[in-house]
């Protein structure tokens, strides 16, 4: 019974390891806390990859805080591919062998809640909203092609400035993904 014991510890421990939560400190009222958390699933190198297969996930409801959903989509698709495609080698005249499949997703709090973001992804940052802010989530995950295996899930939460533009908006959350995905290898 000891020896199930210290197993389900160590198990639980070696699991927790994995997980990294960072919430940066609101500095300025016009900037948006943000929470981002990732979770390594299976030890792996980018540079093993070189290619990039991307499964864009959309709800079904179209989101108020993105009005032009299909320009959103394009821009957290190329900060993706730019940020992993720096770590990778990837021949543009070779046809990839290895690749690597990258789902992710855009939603307002209004379309996705914590809970379904839990269900559906696993996993949440847990920024903590005042009544009335509406909260952006970005959500990643890496899967290993050949054989299906999820190597790597991300999600960042920010709080949505009322009154900034879209584009705005869309800096905002480049700069999530960038911090997101900095520290894969």
Not at 139 to 144: E, G, N
Not at 149 to 163: E, H, M, N, R, S
Request: net charge negative.
């Amino acid at each position: 019974m000891r020896t199930m014991s210290l197993a389900m510890v160590a198990l639980i421990s070696i699991v927790l390891t994995g997980c990294v939560s960072l919430t940066a400190p609101q500095k300025n009222p016009q900037v948006a806390p943000l929470s981002i958390t990732s979770s390594p699933l299976h030890r792996f190198s980018l540079a093993d990859f070189d290619g990039l297969m991307f499964e864009p996930i959309i709800p079904e409801e179209a989101d108020p805080m993105f009005p032009s959903r299909e320009s959103a989509y394009q821009t957290i698709e190329f900060e993706i591919a730019k940020q992993l495609s720096a770590k990778m080698t990837i021949d543009p005249d070779q046809i990839s062998q290895n690749s690597l499949i990258v789902r992710y997703g855009i939603a307002s709090d209004s379309i996705v809640s914590d809970a379904e973001l839990i269900q559906f992804f696993g996993t949440t940052p847990g920024l903590v909203t005042e009544p009335g802010q509406e909260k952006l989530t970005i959500a990643i995950a890496l899967i290993r092609a050949n054989t299906g295996d999820a190597l790597w899930k991300g999600v960042a939460q920010g709080t949505i400035v009322p009154g900034l533009s879209n584009e705005t908006r869309l800096a905002r959350a480049e700069a999530a993904i960038a911090r997101m995905l900095g520290n894969l290898k």
